[in-house]
Every structure is written in structure tokens, then in C-alpha cells.
Nanobody
Framework: QVQLVESGGGLVQSGGSLTLSCAASGFTAAFYAIGWVRQAPGKEREGVACISGNDDGTKYADSVSGRFTISRDKAKNTVYLRMDNLKPEDTAVYYC???????????????????WGQGTQVTVSS
């Protein structure tokens, strides 16, 4: 059974840092394109980062480029999102998501993800 469990969210002051974790089970995460998608209240979901399932290439939204870093630990079957220099506009629920089948590059839109976690709340105070 495929399962994605996010953790690491919380409340942080503007300029602070957080690292989110997405623990995968039921499949080998190293072979799949996995992304982080966020949704702020009243806004549409936004893909912020992705690591590909073929060459571990990474992709970031312009809004987070240079501040967020996605990575994966193949031994732990876990994907991380390191978030630095956080801003109030980064406040959202963050989801990890997986594109199937395995071996694909990062999708062009977040609507292409097939498996989703339950999300973790990130709140950045000003």
C-alpha cells in the first residue's frame, strides 16, 4: 500500500528555516519523480519543488528558487524540503506528491501527480 507521510511543519518567524520530510512506503521513492506542492488559504495549489525519477534533477518554482532545496535519502526512502529565509507568503499546507509511473522527469504541472500525502502546515510569522 502506497503511503506518504509528511512531517516537520510548524510555526517559524520570517527569515527562519524549516526542513520538511516525506516518508514513503509501499514503493521505492528513488525511482519516482516526487514533488512538494503547497496550498495557501483561498489559493490554488502551487508546485514549489520536484526531484526527478530518472536523473535526480531538480526543479523549483521561481517564488522559492534559491531559498528551498529538495533532496532525497534513498536508504531512508524519504524526500526532504529544506526551506531557508522563509517569508510570510510561504505560509501554506505543504504536500508531497508522486508522479507515476516510475522513471519520469518532473511534471510540468502539479495536476500530473498521482499519489499525495496528507500535508503538513507551515506558518511563517512576520
Amino acid at each position: 500500500q502506497v503511503q506518504l507521510v509528511e512531517s516537520g511543519g510548524g510555526l517559524v518567524q520570517s527569515g527562519g528555516s524549516l526542513t520538511l520530510s516525506c516518508a514513503a512506503s509501499g514503493f521505492t521513492a528513488a525511482f519516482y519523480a516526487i514533488g512538494w506542492v503547497r496550498q495557501a488559504p483561498g489559493k490554488e495549489r502551487e508546485g514549489v519543488a520536484c526531484i526527478s525519477g530518472n536523473d535526480d534533477g531538480t526543479k523549483y518554482a521561481d517564488s522559492v528558487s534559491g531559498r528551498f532545496t529538495i533532496s532525497r535519502d534513498k536508504a531512508k526512502n524519504t524526500v526532504y524540503l529544506r526551506m531557508d529565509n522563509l517569508k510570510p507568503e510561504d505560509t501554506a499546507v505543504y504536500y508531497c506528491a508522486v508522479e507515476t509511473p516510475y522513471g519520469r522527469s518532473c511534471p510540468d504541472t502539479q495536476s500530473e501527480y498521482d499519489w499525495w500525502g496528507q500535508g503538513t502546515q507551515v506558518t511563517v510569522s512576520s
